[in-house]
């Protein structure tokens, strides 16, 4: 059990629905990461939040966001949902210490379908 | 952009050691390498990192060369339950963005009895 929550489990949904997956990071760790995977694919990483703040982007679609909370949960949000967005997505969370290696630890993940 | 080169996939038997090599001729100074291991519908569970020559924890062994251009993670005496796919990351370091990190494909392990 790496420490990170992720809900729900499992999530099916129709083409053109708004759906929101959230993550509870591991107790102290102030960065959270969401990683995409596609059936037999690599993890593809989407974004991450610091403290609050957006950090680093990567190959997030616009019609998917994401915010960081207070209390330092994180939500997934994806909308006007399309078949190719059925994945297994992951989040995944860090200390990001300065002066330490950022080791990211991840959640068990949300499997999205869309129908 | 630190690129890493594995593997597709390699088969070993159990009690076997098993060395997965990682090249990633492009790392930066302050990257560090980071191995994962991920079972199917799971997420990935950290293994092992280093930053140069070698480092052991109870579970694997990481050995990286002077050059810091390739690594091998090394898993002693595999069992069934090793079977999963194996990724090599470079960076994860606070000087890298986390845009710059790339999964790759990683190295599926199969291991037989």
């Known amino acids: 059990d790496s420490g990170v929550t992720q809900t729900p489990k499992h999530l099916i949904t129709a083409t053109g629905q708004r759906v929101t997956l959230r993550c509870s990071p591991r107790?102290?760790?102030?960065?959270v990461y969401w990683y995409q995977q596609s059936l037999d694919q690599g993890l593809q990483f989407l974004i991450q939040?610091?403290?609050?703040?957006?950090?680093a982007k990567g190959n997030i679609l616009e019609r998917f966001s994401a915010q960081q909370f207070p209390d330092l949960h994180s939500e997934l949000n994806l909308s006007s949902l399309e078949l190719g967005d059925s994945a297994l997505y992951f989040c995944?969370?860090?200390?990001?210490?300065?002066?330490?290696?950022?080791?990211?630890?991840f959640g068990p993940g949300t499997r999205l379908t869309v129908l | 952009l630190a690129k890493t080169t594995q593997p597709i996939s390699m088969d070993s038997y159990e009690g076997q050691e098993v060395n997965i090599t990682c090249s990633h001729n492009?790392?930066?100074?302050?990257?560090?390498i980071t191995w994962y291991q991920q079972f199917p519908s799971q997420g990935p569970r950290f293994i092992i990192q280093?930053?140069?020559t070698k480092v052991t924890n109870e579970v694997a062994s990481l050995f990286i060369p002077a050059d810091r251009k390739s690594s091998t993670l090394s898993l002693p005496r595999v069992s069934l339950s090793d079977t999963a796919v194996y990724y090599c990351?470079?960076?994860?370091?606070?000087?890298?963005?986390?845009?710059?990190?790339?999964f790759g494909s990683g190295t599926r392990l199969s291991i037989r009895p």
């Open positions: 995944a969370s860090s200390a990001y210490d300065r002066g330490r290696v950022d080791t990211q630890y």
């Open positions: 107790s102290g760790d102030l960065s």
């Open positions: 939040y610091y403290n609050g703040e957006e950090r």
């Open positions: 492009n790392i930066a100074t302050n990257d560090y």
């Open positions: 280093g930053y140069k």
């Open positions: 990351l470079v960076g994860l370091s606070l000087y890298s963005s986390a845009s710059k990190i790339i």
